[in-house]
């Protein structure tokens, strides 16, 4: 249980990092360095702290609770043979709801500013994670009534041992996880961290007023959501081996492939439309719906007549 | 899609200076000036009457203050055996005085008694700065944008600039801080989170330059906060901000 | 024993006529603790026993009417007696202001009728015998009329009042021929034992749907809700809360209570109930998002949780229809559990609105904002009760909706193509709607408490006095209970849905999963305690600054007039939602006739589809065509003597030509 944990926690550190990198070395840059994200970090909580007028107490708790909901779940989530802490079933449904309890406390702190910037990112955030929920909830619904289970670690243990066709369900809902993390961390194509153009910001312009220790902590929770996906697609990607160095082995190469191809996603494609991200959203609801057919099929081997 | 533009990156190769201490830029850059010898009281009033913005000054002997100097090498244009300027780029420095090029000075140098240790503690790693536009022509802001392009790079340091000054660890101010500004610069500086550095770039910023004497100027902001770096040049080059940061946090 | 309680209750009840006005409260408080002591002994000696507990009470037209207590009767008298007590602790403080305009007489009158809902409730749901179930009931309608028209100086209140009592009749008609219907066919008396006898013989789903729609009214299903809506803003807000609370319930209790004799024809009853209560929750929280009052917003809330509830009972109908005990308790349970905890924070909701009523004098919430500061208890409050109704651990409404999720992931692995995709469907609707819920009350918390202010209106609040705050905390208190805790109500909702369900099994079994929920809900505290400790320590050593809010130092213009405004945040809904939502925006285009524009203005409101297609359009249609016709009333009596004597001729000629 502690070496699931133990990565993920490293590679919440490191992955922005690699992203960085990445990104760099395509736009022919020199780059920053792998560790410069935990160095600003550091930096941060360092620092002093500048608090608006109008905000109370809230926005100061806020990223205190926004932290403790990720890290939390992160308690959750299995990394290969090693179980996580608290699993049950139904963990996941109260995985989901954590992680949506964090982003409440977010969207209420970001509207203690009073200022039309934070409003506007609130009001998309709000927005764009209402169309997101269904994607998670339908792709854990069809998993489990693939493998007959209901908690995170017993439908990962048993979801290669059936058929080969679940492969293909599994790079589908692969697929899906990695466009629902990049909505998630407010990333290409939904948001643009880079750009601070009111028209487009999302995420970045929720945490304009944040300063010193809550911004290093809203720094670590976005590296750390990173890598509770990570560990998501790992356990999607990997099927089950009862040789724990292999899974040691593999688990940080999935997390540099997945970190590269956010690299590249970031770097390759343009921003969607504002006023189309809710469709792109949507359409990735309908996709995770074929997973669910298919699965559906796959067990009643017949169409969709009793 | 993406095959097209890796291709097109490989076309490219290596777009970034490998290393930005040690490049050195065209001779024909006008970057610290060298005074081979002092010019006589007669030429020093001729010299005076030429320069534009006043950079000339007599206090302790002949000197050219690259703090107020805009670079347009007039002095050097008519008297070649006494004053020239070389391409160095490394002109930044943390003391105004140090500013002051006198014969026989071969560098620009920096006060490292002067830091103030909390720079050193916190930003050695990490330096994130918000820029401040106080009313100039920018110049200087293009040349600042350009210290972040794939080209020089600075962000390979951790230094970057920032869209929010409660993120920001210092201020950068451009420009010669007209009164239109200095209400907002002050709110800008109030609004960014202690330890913060104050960096000027630019003759304009740093003295004022050609505007020093107009009435729409309102530099008391200067007055209240000490100044942690003085980075000269009309505009100031990429290198020498870039440089001028990495010797005020110790890299 | 018996008489001597029934007559304390009712010198009790009539004695509140006979004091002056400070103690009338007193008084009715006192006959209510008693109440509640009473109810609360009997709920006591029904869940240590095997069949219900039974206690004969009078003979009435040659029935025996006897109160029967059942887990499910016991379970609604708690929901009752918490929410009742909370209410009536609350209204001491808000009722207040209006001693000083209000008649003794008006005061009295008030707390009597105070008095015979909570008494007509606990009737309601301990009697099976049909005639005395059915005063009750009509004396449950009547006593809350006259809670709602409390400020009937405005008309808008009286006419919301009347909407009520109208329609609270069409239910009540639906239920009576329900009633008789069952009666007649069976041959027994009217009342619920017939029912049981009906449902064996005869096909369930038609007079399952007469008793869906007449309680269904109550509930406040899609497209039965239109009173509700008009009801909840009027109403003062102590009775506000206790509609919500527990009269709508009384609707699900009516609806469960028929189900517990139905065993035939349970799929189709199953998925009907499914689907409206599906279509209730989004349409609800969907129309709630485009509100300006707050009272309203909560009303559209509270239909939006029946909804909830609902899709929970549905499921259970449908588990018991496949014979799946796993997805009939937790359904079952889940649906329940939601009755107690809506009950709890919507109360919990509507008392702190009926705070910032009080100190506002608004229910516009685009004319507050800023509130945080000057009511910083009722804020928390507030937000509390808005994260439990949002579903967000660690509070309660989490826990009932883990149950019904639990019970539909369960379930779908053992289900077919069909109910596999209506399973699904329920999950997705669940998750859709507590999306929906978030975006909807991280708006109403935002605009009301954060910010800056936005009007006048909010000059003289200050904090409520703390009789008001005090019941709030206990409501808080259960809220964060039940949440951190679920595993207390396990046994006790294993109890309740065992009414229904003959194997209860899998909700015992879900004890690992509950200590599960506790413990992590334990180290989220952990982690919030280390960090804000840490946090605490560092602002000792670190440096902090307090300014405005950064606004990129634009210094033309006052900030609060640059925050986001309620139809700002719900922009993306009303795009989306264009048809339902019904938003219409007024507004002059601004014209190119100077240099400098001219004023103009911009006003949006919205309307309820169900209400304008439903109600006010027959309505309205029919009142017209009746205008016609009153041009025969001329008041003149010598018309009414011709109309009379023409009616006579008429009826002589057609029985002359023996047409009749």
Redesign the interface.
Known sequence: MGVGLVLILITSLIFPGIVSVVKAKVAARKGPRVMQHFYDIIKLMKKGNVYSRTTGFLFQLAPIIYFSTLLTAVFFIPVGNYKALFSFEGDFVMFAYLMASGRFIMIIAAMDTGSGFEGMGANREAFYSLLAEPVFFIIMGSIALHTGHNSFYDIFSSLYVESALTYFVSALSIYLIFWLSMIENSRLPVDDPNTHLELTMVHEVMVLDHSGFELGLIQLAGGLKFAIFGSLIFNLVLPIQNNYFVQLAFFPIVQIIYAVLVAFVESFRARNKMMRNAQWIITLSALSIVVFLTILIIHEKVGMLP | ??IK??KI?RQ?G???V?DLKTAVLTPLFRGRPVIKEDPTDQETEKIKKLCPSNAITTEDGFGIDIGKCVFCKECALAYPDKIAFTNDYKIASNDKNNLIVRKGDSEIKFNENIVRPEVR???K??L?LRQVSAGGDNSCEFELYAAGN?NF?M????IEFV?????A?GIVITGPITENMS???Q??W??????KVLILVGTDAISGGMFADSHAVNRKFLEKYPVDLYVPGNPAHPLTFINGVLRLIGK | MKEIIFIIITFSALGIFTLPKRSQYYQMLVTQIFLIVVTGYLMYLSFNRIGPLQIYLFELIGNDVSLVIDSLSAFFIFVINITILTGALYSKGYLKPYLRDKTRLEMAWHYFNFLLLHISMLMVVMLREGISFLVFWELMSVAAFFLIIFESDKQENKDAGIKFLIQMHVAFYFIITAFIICSIATGQNIGFDSLEQYFKTYPSFPVFLLFFIGFGIKAGFIPLHTWLIHAHPAAPSHISGIMSGVIIKMGIYGIVRVLTYIHSDLMPIGVFILIISIISGIFGVAIAIVQHDYKKLLAYHSIENIGIIGIGIGIGVMGLAINNPVLASLGFAGGLLHVLNHALFKSLLFYTAGSIYQQTHTRNIENLGGLMKKMPATAVLFLLGAAAISGLPPFNGFISEFLIYTGLFKSLMVSDSILSVTLLAGIVALAVIGGLAVFCFTKIFSIIFLGTVRSDKTRHSHEVRSSMLFPKFIIGILIIAIGVMPFLMLRPMAFVAGVIVDDTSSLRDMAGTMSGISLSLSLLIVFIGILLLIKLKLSKVRHTDIGPTWGCAYTGSDPALHQYSATSYAEYIIMKARLLVGVKKHFRYLTKEKIFPSETYFKTESSDVFDDNLISRPVGGLLSFMEKIAVFQTGNIQHYLLYAIVFVIVITIISIFGII
């Open positions: 899609m993406i533009e890796l990156l490219h290596i777009q970034y490998p503690k916190l930003f790693n990490a994130k794939v790079d962000g390979r340091y951790g869209a929010s000054p409660r993120h660890d209400e907002a610069l709110i800008c109030d609004a960014s989170p202690g330890p």
